[in-house]
């Protein structure tokens, strides 16, 4: 049996250590859904995921121990796509299928650390996307799912290099980005509250309940308006409503103070801009 050919790309990067190292005890990988108004055959899905794993390095990736560096990225040779799998559910039932990924982790082992399936009937797709935290965050799904759209639609993609660590591109960026921002002037004050000892759940692999909720253009316009004037992000809004409303219908967290720690990408609005729109090539995993 040959040996797949295995280089490391780079040491992990801070985030990316914790999240592989709290991941060992609780998987936090996630799932994003896609839902097209026609059918896609699944061969052109499975050239289209190939396409995209060979643009970001990230996608062809396993974790390995290093005595030195800690946890490395090394690219595994062998990888030529995502996995894909074609179920057989009504793509209107993708929420249950959905909690099925979550309910199965990663082994952070084997590349790649990201899969696909594929549900569908006459004129409806949906497919689910679904990454471990320690190869991509919410706004480098969107790029993948980005680019999935385009090699569905034909265009090439190009293949970028491996990205550095999240530290090394705001040391490189947040100085021209944040030129004259005052952290000290404009935060809040910290909420002691903020500072106590927290409990997580174990994982144990039960099957999560997944819901889903559609805002009105009217209402999602509103929601960013909101989000922008309060220097949050959408995610982070969404995220604290869902933690409120828990908390006013749960009697065991009713009288307890619910904290979101959300470690969304660490970027200022400019530099987003950028990333996705002006220099999207340098983006991705």
Same mark, same amino acid.
């Given at each position: =049996?040959?040996l797949?050919e295995?280089?490391?790309i780079?040491?992990?990067g801070?985030l990316?250590?914790l999240f592989?190292?709290?991941s060992?005890? $609780?998987p936090v990988h ?5 839902? !097209?108004? !026609?059918?896609?055959p699944?061969e052109q899905?499975?050239?289209a995921?190939?396409?995209v794993?060979q643009? $970001?390095?990230l996608l ?6 290093a005595?030195q560096?800690g946890?490395?990225f090394?690219?595994d040779?062998q990888?030529v ?5 074609v ?7 993708w929420p ?7 309910a199965?982790?990663?082994?952070r082992?084997t590349?790649?650390?990201?899969r696909?399936?594929?549900?569908r009937r006459?004129? $409806?797709?949906?497919v689910?996307l679904t990454?471990d ?6 706004i ?5 799912l980005?680019d999935?759209i385009?090699?569905?639609?034909g265009?090439g993609?190009?293949?970028?290099p491996p ?7 705001l040391?490189r960026?947040?100085?021209a980005?944040?030129s004259?921002?005052?952290?000290a002037?404009e935060s809040?004050a910290?909420d002691?509250? =903020?500072?106590?000892v927290?409990?997580?759940r174990?994982f ?5 309940h997944v819901?889903?909720?559609?805002l009105?253009?009217n209402?999602?316009?509103q ?7 309060q220097?949050?992000t ?7 409503a869902?933690?409120?409303v828990?908390r006013?219908?749960?009697?065991r967290?009713h ?6 720690q959300?470690?969304?990408l ?13 220099d ?6």
């Amino acid at each position: =049996m040959t040996l797949p050919e295995q280089r490391v790309i780079r040491p992990l990067g801070a985030l990316e250590r914790l999240f592989y190292r709290y991941s060992e005890a $609780h998987p936090v990988h996630f799932t994003l859904a896609a839902e !097209f108004a !026609f059918e896609i055959p699944a061969e052109q899905l499975r050239h289209a995921l190939a396409k995209v794993a060979q643009r $970001h390095a990230l996608l062809q990736v396993r974790v390995g121990e290093a005595s030195q560096d800690g946890p490395i990225f090394l690219h595994d040779s062998q990888v030529v796509g995502l996995p894909l799998s074609v179920s057989d559910a009504d793509p209107r039932e993708w929420p249950f299928v959905a909690a099925e990924e979550l309910a199965a982790p990663f082994d952070r082992q084997t590349a790649p650390l990201a899969r696909a399936i594929l549900l569908r009937r006459r004129r $409806h797709s949906v497919v689910l996307l679904t990454l471990d935290h320690t190869v991509a965050d919410g706004i480098s799904a969107a790029l993948v799912l980005r680019d999935l759209i385009l090699a569905l639609n034909g265009i090439g993609l190009n293949t970028l290099p491996p990205p550095p660590s999240q530290e090394s591109m705001l040391a490189r960026h947040c100085a021209a980005v944040d030129s004259g921002y005052d952290d000290a002037a404009e935060s809040p004050a910290q909420d002691a509250r =903020m500072n106590r000892v927290s409990s997580v759940r174990p994982f144990d692999g039960v099957t999560p309940h997944v819901a889903t909720a559609s805002l009105t253009e009217n209402a999602t316009a509103q929601l960013v308006s909101r989000a922008r004037a309060q220097r949050s992000t959408v995610h982070s809004a969404l995220v604290s409503a869902t933690a409120r409303v828990r908390r006013q219908i749960s009697r065991r967290l009713h009288t307890c103070s619910v904290a979101d720690q959300l470690p969304v990408l660490d970027r200022r609005a400019r530099e987003l801009r950028r990333l996705l729109h002006v220099d999207a090539d340098r983006g991705g995993c």
